[in-house]
Nanobody
């Protein structure tokens, strides 16, 4: 079984920054894509950013130029550096990892528990 543990959320003023972290542990053979989604109250969950095992990244238009996703494969950890935060970034942020527990490369997705980011003055 694989678990993801997130940290780094909190309350920040507009224009501020936060660094979210998400570490995978358990029966992991290989992790392919890792990423972050977010869900604001009353809204659908939306993709924020993804990073492949090779380091390729993709971002939602709303966060381009402000957020940076990165990963440390040796630590099975993905990070989301959030800068110039806006009130509309307020949401619960969820990380995910597409992993396989064996060399058969049967991938499945596991989710973190979510971490609250609140941007308010």
């Amino acid at each position: 079984q694989v678990q993801l543990v997130e940290s780094g959320g909190g309350l920040v003023q507009p224009g501020g920054s936060l660094r979210l972290s998400c570490t995978a542990s358990g029966s992991i053979f290989i992790i392919n894509t890792m990423g972050w989604y977010r869900q604001a109250p009353g809204k659908q969950r939306e993709l924020v950013a993804v990073v492949t095992s090779g380091g390729s990244t993709n971002y939602a238009d709303s966060v381009k130029g402000r957020f940076t996703i990165s990963r440390d494969n040796a630590k099975n950890t993905v990070y989301l550096q959030t800068n110039n935060l806006k009130s509309e970034d307020t949401a619960v942020y969820y990380c995910y990892a597409d992993h396989s527990s064996s060399s058969r490369y049967h991938f499945s997705r596991v989710w973190g528990q979510g971490t609250q980011v609140t941007v308010s003055s």
